[in-house]
């Protein structure tokens, strides 16, 4: 550049591009107090608001606006006049700056952590891969996205009891309660491996307790598709299904007759000892009835 290296100035397009072509430093504006703008080897211009800070001793805080022709001259200018305003209401750019800077953070930090508590992205980007460690692992996250498919879309942070209740209530229509009870630990298990990674601070509904199970008769007669469809016994498994009843209710009947004949002769010991000792016919021979029982007791009472 020149000897020429800075001019005041109202700046403008204008006089920015009549002040690249003199190969001018920097250009100072006459009307507000510390804007100018600052020319770069690229031939493009930095304009910048300075200022004195009432906060920091000594310190003149330097801030960007924007960069020439990207930024026009007229809109560094309102940015400008804006500071000049916020100066006299004792707020500084360069603090203010920091401000929104912060809050702009905390907001992508806020969106980033509200996408990834959603439990379908939290399944996916992490619940996954940590169960593919287990045998079942993969087998639980199919279960986990079909049982609970109306959650996925859900941030788990808003999940509550009544969801819960719905499901179990929807799930019945279908599936046993154990069924449904095994899906809910594993639900259970992805909300508190997502407090262990911080993406939510407390699970939900961990306090959760499932609904009392129906009867189990109306258990039985659901048609759980996770069991195996049910079909109808073949004619010689139905053959062998009575078979075996009528086996097991003889079976029944002859313990019962073996039991009745020994408690009839425990009855009374005593009294057929002296029964058997006036007759000349072994036991054997008997056919214990109710009246030979009674006529045993009444041996024994001394009667005869």
């Not at 100035?9 to 804007?35: C, H, M, P, V």
């Not at 026009?72 to 209401?89: F, G, I, Y």
Request: with cysteine; glycine share 6%.
């Amino acid at each position: 550049m020149g000897s020429l290296t800075s001019l005041t100035k109202k700046i403008t397009t204008t006089s920015l591009t009549n002040a690249k072509r003199s190969q001018i430093d920097r250009l100072y504006d006459t009307e507000i107090k510390g804007f100018f703008a600052r020319f770069n080897v690229d031939g493009t211009a930095t304009l910048n608001f300075r200022y004195r800070s009432k906060v920091i001793a000594n310190r003149r805080p330097v801030i960007k606006i924007g960069v020439w022709p990207t930024l026009s001259a007229d809109m560094a200018r309102k940015t400008a006049v804006k500071w000049v305003e916020r100066l006299s209401n004792g707020i500084e750019p360069k603090f203010e700056i920091e401000r929104q800077r912060q809050e702009e953070t905390a907001k992508r930090k806020q969106k980033a952590l509200k996408k990834a508590s959603i439990l379908g992205t939290f399944i996916d980007t992490h619940y996954e891969a940590h169960m593919s460690r287990n045998k079942r692992g993969d087998q639980d996250v199919s279960r986990l996205k079909r049982r609970f498919a109306n959650f996925l879309s859900m941030d788990m942070n808003e999940l509550t009891k009544v969801h819960v209740y719905e499901a179990q209530d929807k799930a019945e229509k279908s599936v046993s309660f154990h069924t449904f009870k095994r899906d809910y630990a594993v639900l259970q298990g992805t909300l508190n491996y997502a407090v262990e990674m911080e993406v939510i601070k407390t699970n939900p509904i961990s306090g959760v307790s499932l609904k009392r199970p129906k009867s189990v008769a109306d258990d039985l007669m659901r048609n759980d598709f996770e069991l195996g469809e049910r079909r109808a016994l073949s004619e010689q498994e139905v053959v062998g299904l009575f078979r075996g009843l009528d086996g097991y209710t003889e079976s029944m009947k002859d313990m019962r007759r073996r039991s009745r004949l020994k408690s009839q002769i425990d009855i009374c010991p005593i009294g057929m000892k002296l029964l058997m000792s006036t007759m000349s016919f072994p036991l054997s021979c008997l056919f214990i009835t109710p009246g030979f029982e009674m006529a045993t007791c009444w041996v024994c009472d001394g009667n005869i």
